[in-house]
């Protein structure tokens, strides 16, 4: 008896699933339904936090700005961080309401141009610490919560509204061509980079002596090169060895004729003068540049850029040359 209630429980449920078979199965005559496929957004140079953690390098004066003045727990702290409560120096009066959100900012000192084509006085840099949001406001003090740091927050770190940025889209069209053409558009220099490098690559943040005076757009690409046989880190002038004669070095054995293997090589012609790779590189025609890299502004101010490095086939340096795609 048990067996047959175990054989009717299985016939039951094999009724059932077969009733849901065809209520589901499409009728007769009945159109297909077709799924479309989910749409792939395009990828992006950086995220949120790259872009509004970058810095820039800005040439007109800062403005009257408010301030972190204090923190809720600076009697053992002296760096904030994300969830903190920090105190501004301003109020209502200075117009300030709740649920502002600000940007965090350090001015670092002023950048000097160097290189013949940019000289002189390029803009101070400005660090980008992070971001707060206001959530109680007094006459002239408020109280904020940090949202997020890129570095820790110090007191006397100012606020300013958050700039509207929005990542390029990130190129898809093959590897980087080391042997393009020059554009013939502006040329320019990477000047500095975050955090003090001076050897950078892919995804690096960097800044460059162009800016809006050159007609420079967030989202512009560039290419980064530098002149062919220069960047390298040590010099090597006396390469090889050149002697001023092509005979008397032969062994007293097997003279070979009075030809050396020591000799050293010759232009050719009568008097077989010899000749060194350097004054083949001087008397040889303009060469064709070292592509080394490509970036792309994400930022810029009057006379410089803010740029990420996309792509790099090569060790990049600043001092290296850009130019407009």
């Given at each position: 008896m048990a067996r047959f209630g175990y054989l009717k429980s299985l016939f039951?449920?094999?009724?059932?699933?077969?009733?849901?078979?065809?209520?589901?199965?499409?009728?007769?005559?009945?159109?297909?339904?077709?799924?479309?496929?989910?749409?792939?957004?395009?990828?992006r140079v950086a995220g949120e936090a790259t872009m509004y953690c970058a810095g820039y390098i800005r040439?007109?004066?800062?403005?009257?700005m408010p301030e972190i003045v204090g923190a809720l727990e600076e009697q053992e702290q002296h760096t904030y961080a994300d969830g903190d409560v920090v105190y501004l120096n301003a109020g209502t009066q200075q117009g300030i309401k709740e649920g502002q959100s600000f940007q965090i900012i350090r001015p670092r000192g002023k950048v000097e141009g160097v290189h013949k084509q940019k000289h002189g006085f390029l803009g101070n840099y400005i660090q980008e610490i992070g971001q707060l949001r206001v959530f109680k406001v007094n006459q002239n003090t408020s109280a904020a919560r940090i949202t997020f740091t890129c570095d820790p927050a110090l007191l006397g770190d100012l606020l300013t509204p958050i700039p509207n940025r929005e990542s390029p889209l990130l190129r898809a069209d093959g590897d980087l061509d080391q042997f393009a053409a020059p554009s013939g558009k502006q040329t320019g220099r990477?000047?500095?980079?975050?955090?003090?490098?001076?050897?950078?690559?892919?995804?690096?943040?960097?800044?460059?002596?162009?800016?809006?005076?050159?007609?420079?757009?967030?989202?512009?690409?560039?290419?980064?090169?530098?002149?062919?046989?220069?960047?390298?880190?040590t010099r090597v002038d006396n390469e090889e060895n050149a002697r001023t004669r092509d005979n008397g070095f032969q062994s007293n054995r097997f003279r070979g004729g009075g030809f050396s293997n020591q000799a050293s090589r010759t232009k050719g012609g009568h008097r077989n003068r010899p000749i060194t790779s350097k004054e083949v590189k001087d008397q040889r025609p303009q060469m064709p540049r070292k592509i080394v890299g490509e970036m792309v502004v994400i930022s810029v101010d009057a006379r410089t850029a803010t740029a990420i490095i996309t792509r790099a086939v090569g060790e990049v340096h600043t001092g290296d040359w850009v130019e407009i795609q």
């Open positions: 039951a449920l094999a009724c059932l699933l077969a009733l849901a078979f065809n209520t589901n199965a499409q009728s007769p005559g009945s159109t297909p339904q077709v799924i479309a496929p989910t749409a792939v957004a395009a990828p040439l007109q004066k800062l403005p009257q990477l000047v500095m980079a975050k955090n003090n490098r001076e050897m950078v690559t892919r995804n690096d943040v960097v800044y460059i002596d162009l800016g809006g005076e050159d007609k420079v757009t967030p989202g512009n690409y560039l290419t980064i090169y530098r002149p062919l046989g220069t960047g390298n880190i």
